[in-house]
C-alpha cells in the first residue's frame, strides 16, 4: 500500500468487552465518523467508511482475542492500545463510545504504536500452558500452607508424628493417614483434613510433571538453539518466547527489546542532574529469565566468573 492510499484509509478503535464491543471510526484527519456497539466484531462496518488501515484495539490478550485474530486474517494492522488514563477520565467522563474514540484517536496520532502478539502459533500455545502450570503451582501453596498450620494445631500424638518434616516426607506421610482407623473425634478431622490437602499436592505435582514435559517439548522444537545456551532452561526459554511472541519481527530492534523485558535505562535528569534509573515496567517474567541468564554464569561458568570480578575491580556497579 502507497503512502497516499494510506492516508486515505480508515483508522479504526474498539473498546472490547465480553459481549459486546464498541467500535469507532475516523477518517485520515482524526475527524469522527461514527461509533458503533456489536455482539460479534465491527470489521464490516469499519470497512463500510472505506479501506481500513489499521484499528487500534484495548484488550488484545484478553476480549479482543478474537477479534485482533480476525482483523489481522483481513490483513488489517491491529495495534494494542493502553487503557485510556484516569486523568483523561475526570475530564471528559467514562463511556465504552468514548473509550472507542480514544483508542482510534491514540492510535492514528501514534501514541498508541506497539504491534499486538498474533496469538495463533507455538509460542502462544507455549503461553497457555505456562499460565496453567502457574495456577498449578500457586495452588500447590495453597494446599502445603494449610497442611503446615494443620501440624502445629493438631493433637498432640499427630503433631510429634509429622513435626519438622520436609515438604515431601509430610506430604507422603499425611497422604498414608487413615481417619476411619481413629476412635477421637478431633484425631479423625485432623487427619482427613491432612489427607485431603496431601493427595491435592500430590495431584498438582503430577500436574506439573505433565505441564513441565509438554512446554520442554514444544520450547525443544520452537527454539531449540536458545535451549543450548549455558544456562537457558525450559522455563527461562519459554518466559522470553512468551514476551517476544508468535510474530518477533514486530520488535524493530534490540533496543524495542530491552524495553519490552524492562531492561533499558530509563532518563531520570532534572536541572542540572543528569542520569538514568532502572526500569520497572515492562514483562516481568522476561526480566527474571534475563537475570538468570546472566546470573547462571556468573555463579558457574569460570571464564564469565572471571570477566565480572574484573569488571567489578576496575568499579563497574
Known amino acids: 500500500m502507497s503512502i497516499v492510499e494510506a492516508a486515505r484509509g480508515v483508522t479504526g478503535g474498539v473498546d472490547t468487552h465480553l459481549d459486546v464491543h464498541v467500535a469507532a471510526a475516523l477518517d485520515p484527519l482524526g475527524a469522527l465518523l461514527g461509533t458503533e456497539r456489536f455482539g460479534t466484531d465491527p470489521a464490516a462496518w469499519l470497512g463500510s467508511f472505506g479501506q481500513v488501515t489499521k484499528v487500534g484495539v484495548e484488550g488484545t490478550g484478553s476480549y479482543g482475542a478474537g477479534l485482533a485474530r480476525f482483523l489481522r486474517r483481513a490483513d488489517v494492522e491491529v495495534i494494542e492500545v493502553d487503557r485510556p488514563n484516569r486523568a483523561e477520565h475526570r475530564r471528559s467522563g467514562k463511556s465504552d463510545p468514548l473509550d472507542a474514540v480514544e483508542a482510534a484517536r491514540a492510535t ?13 502459533g ?50 507422603a506421610d499425611a497422604a498414608r493417614l487413615r481417619p476411619s482407623r481413629s476412635g477421637d473425634p478431633m484425631m479423625a478431622a485432623h487427619k482427613a483434613s491432612l489427607c485431603s490437602l496431601a493427595h491435592w499436592f500430590q495431584g498438582l505435582e503430577d500436574e506439573i510433571a505433565e505441564l513441565d514435559e509438554r512446554i520442554e517439548k514444544l520450547v525443544a522444537l520452537t527454539a531449540s538453539e536458545l535451549l543450548s545456551r549455558f544456562g537457558v532452561g525450559p522455563d527461562t526459554a519459554a518466559a522470553l518466547l512468551v514476551s517476544a511472541g508468535d510474530n518477533p519481527e514486530r520488535l524493530h530492534s534490540e533496543a524495542a527489546w530491552a524495553h519490552l523485558c524492562g531492561v533499558a535505562p530509563i532518563p531520570a535528569s532534572s536541572g542540572k542532574s543528569s542520569r538514568h534509573r532502572l526500569d520497572r515496567g515492562g514483562d516481568r517474567q522476561a526480566n527474571s529469565a534475563l537475570w538468570r541468564i546472566v546470573m547462571v554464569p556468573i555463579a558457574h561458568d569460570p571464564q564469565t566468573t572471571a570477566y565480572f570480578e574484573r569488571r567489578v575491580k576496575e568499579g563497574r556497579p
Open 108 to 120: 492514528l496520532g501514534g501514541r498508541a504504536k506497539s504491534i499486538s502478539k498474533s496469538k495463533d
Open 122 to 171: 507455538a509460542v502462544e500455545a507455549i503461553r497457555v500452558l505456562v499460565v496453567a502450570k502457574r495456577s498449578a503451582r500457586q495452588a500447590r501453596v495453597k494446599a502445603l500452607v494449610p497442611m503446615r498450620h494443620r501440624v502445629i494445631t493438631a493433637p498432640d500424638q499427630l503433631r510429634c508424628r509429622l513435626k519438622g518434616l520436609s515438604v515431601a516426607a509430610l506430604v
